[in-house]
């Protein structure tokens, strides 16, 4: 694992930063305004279901969890590393929600509007935008279903400026250079208030202790994993090795998916 970053030099695209900031509900309505475009109302943001807030440090999912008074609620993640799996994750995220909107007996009508939205890093799709929204649409006819959901994928590598409104251009930008003097240059006075959040966040002695203790289960679970998986691969290599089957040794340490397949084949 890379070392620890300081705690004030981290930019907003740390996963740690990132929910702290968006746990202020300020900062999420301005960022949800920046990224659907339209103002917002009354925002709440569900602090409890993130690590941030948690004693023991169990889970290490940092999403953040906002509704808005009547209308919509969101999930809203970062990503900072492409494992080609966000359209599954994001279907995964979107029945989470909804499995829990409604009460028992509650009309299917009920369930509020749910959009799940990541924020890259990288370009998700390779097609160069900043933003891709997806909905569920007919394929004959193009006619929208109107289920209330959307998956919103933002991307900071992205290159149609003239498509996309300039504050969240500013506000993707931001996510990787979180510092005083890309704000000055930026001159967006949305940007400034997100950032004097944001710096007044890593001014706290208490975030800054919570953020070591989140770096060291980092370390841990890397740790209990890599652990675990050299466990996997020596039983891996003595299942080959009994089936007359070297040869492919050093091929599953090149190929994840050979070495997925077999081990599922052996069930290890």
């Known amino acids: 694992m890379a070392k620890s970053e300081v705690f004030q030099e981290l930019d907003l695209n740390n996963a740690f930063l990132f929910a702290l900031a968006l746990g202020i509900p300020e900062v999420c309505r301005l960022?949800?305004?920046?990224?659907?475009?339209?103002?917002?109302?009354?925002?709440?943001?569900?602090?409890?279901?993130?690590?941030?807030?948690?004693?023991d440090f169990k889970s290490v999912r940092l999403d953040v969890y906002a509704s808005e008074e009547f209308r919509l609620d969101c999930d809203i993640e970062m990503q900072n590393k492409d494992q080609k799996n966000l359209p599954k994750r994001s279907r995964f995220y979107q029945a989470e929600?909804?499995?829990?909107?409604?009460?028992?007996?509650?009309?299917?009508?009920?369930?509020?509007?749910?959009?799940?939205?990541?924020?890259?890093?990288?370009?998700?799709?390779?097609?160069?935008?900043?933003?891709?929204?997806?909905?569920?649409?007919?394929?004959?006819?193009?006619?929208?279903?109107?289920?209330?959901?959307?998956?919103?994928?933002?991307?900071?590598?992205?290159?149609?400026?003239?498509?996309?409104?300039?504050?969240l251009v500013h506000f993707l930008?931001?996510?990787?250079?979180?510092?005083?003097?890309?704000?000055?240059?930026?001159?967006?006075?949305?940007?400034?208030?997100?950032?004097?959040?944001v710096t007044e966040l890593k001014k706290s002695r208490e975030w800054e202790a919570k953020y070591m203790k989140f770096e060291e289960l980092l370390l841990d679970k890397e740790q209990e994993g890599r652990e675990d998986g050299m466990a996997k691969m020596s039983k891996l290599i003595n299942h080959l090795l009994q089936d007359d089957q070297a040869e492919l040794i050093p091929l599953i340490t090149e190929d994840p998916e050979l070495r997925d397949r077999l081990f599922k084949k052996y069930h290890i």
């Open 31 to 55: 960022v949800l305004e920046l990224i659907l475009g339209r103002p917002m109302g009354k925002i709440k943001v569900h602090i409890e279901q993130s690590l941030l807030y948690s004693t």
């Open 97 to 167: 929600a909804d499995v829990t909107a409604l009460r028992p007996g509650e009309d299917y009508n009920c369930l509020r509007d749910n959009y799940i939205i990541f924020i890259c890093t990288f370009d998700p799709f390779g097609k160069g935008l900043y933003r891709y929204v997806y909905e569920n649409i007919c394929h004959e006819t193009g006619m929208p279903l109107n289920d209330g959901t959307k998956k919103i994928f933002l991307s900071t590598k992205g290159t149609n400026d003239s498509d996309v409104a300039p504050e």
């Open 173 to 197: 930008k931001y996510v990787e250079n979180t510092t005083d003097e890309f704000v000055e240059k930026a001159n967006d006075p949305v940007i400034k208030r997100i950032h004097d959040k």
